[in-house]
């Protein structure tokens, strides 16, 4: 079995004393958490601010903390991560991220970002299509409290 890891964030900003997290509409039409590999000798850190710039068109953007890493096995229906029907095992760790009010983050249709929304925690776990992100929205719901 293979072993992928992938690092990512939960990307929040403040709008009219509210905060909001992002979510992006993903290759597979779902709401997930912006996310991607490790590139050769990135540090977890890295990947997880470079994937979400180049997910989200965002430029701004800091890490406030890590938050969690998340394990899952799958099977490559693709081939993307190993072979076509292979067995994987993938983790990714993810940070707790802001952007700047401000910052105009467009969705990047070259990564297969469909769209990104801006919701509250409540609603992400509405809508968020990877139950397995549920833990990660639970500790982010704690974080808020610190930073409002």
């Known amino acids: ?3 992928v890891i992938s690092a990512g964030g939960v990307v929040l900003r403040k709008n009219n004393n509210q905060v909001e997290i992002a979510l992006i509409k993903d290759p597979y039409g779902r709401f997930a958490l912006p996310k991607g590999h490790l590139e050769k000798e990135e540090t977890n850190e890295e990947a997880a601010i470079r994937e979400v710039k180049e997910e989200m068109g965002c430029e701004k953007v800091k890490i406030i903390k890590y ?8 099977k490559d229906p693709y081939g993307r991560d190993g072979k076509k029907g292979e067995l994987i095992k993938k983790e990714v760790y993810y940070y707790l991220m802001e952007v700047a009010p401000d910052e105009k ?19 992400a776990i509405k809508i968020s299509d990877y139950k397995n992100n549920l833990p990660l929205f639970k500790k982010v719901i704690k974080e808020i409290k610190n930073i409002s």
Request: proline share 3%; net charge negative; hydrophobic share 35%.
């Open 67 to 74: 938050l969690d890493k998340i394990e899952y096995f799958f």
């Open 105 to 123: 983050c467009i969705p990047q249709k070259d990564e297969g970002i469909e769209e990104i929304v801006w919701v509250s925690t409540e609603e």
């Open 1 to 3: 079995m293979k072993k």
